[in-house]
Nanobody, 124 residues
Framework: QVQLVESGGGSVQAGGSLRLSCAAS????????MAWFRRAPGKEREFVAG????????RYADSVKGRFTISRDNAQNTMYLQMNSLKPEDTAVYYC?????????????????WGQGTQVTVSI
């Protein structure tokens, strides 16, 4: 059993920055990777960025490459998403997720645990 809690969402102007945090607790020993997904109005949930449990590798959606950075603090079991140069199209509910199975990182259905989501709103 794993619990994930996101924080750090809010409203910013285009070009601004925001850092999201995801605190993981419970039995994380089987974790393979963590990721951030988002769901924008009128769109399906999409992969944003992922990181292996060890933090040894990362992956990003093309739309956020060069702007977002995913990282982990293993000592605190916390994952971060540093979002820079935010655009209005980044507006969405962002979800933290953790998977224990060896499935593609970008597949939302492959993740076992999800946070409650945190709203990010980017205004012009």
């Amino acid at each position: 059993q794993v619990q994930l809690v996101e924080s750090g969402g809010g409203s910013v102007q285009a070009g601004g920055s925001l850092r999201l945090s995801c605190a993981a607790s419970g039995r994380t020993s089987s974790a393979k990777a963590m990721a951030w997904f988002r769901r924008a109005p009128g769109k399906e949930r999409e992969f944003v960025a992922g990181i292996t449990w060890s933090g040894s590798s990362t992956r990003y959606a093309d739309s956020v490459k060069g702007r977002f950075t995913i990282s982990r603090d293993n000592a605190q079991n916390t994952m971060y998403l540093q979002m820079n140069s935010l655009k209005p199209e980044d507006t969405a509910v962002y979800y933290c997720a953790l998977k224990t199975l060896r499935v593609p990182q970008t597949l939302s259905a492959g993740y076992d645990y999800w946070g409650q989501g945190t709203q990010v709103t980017v205004s012009i």
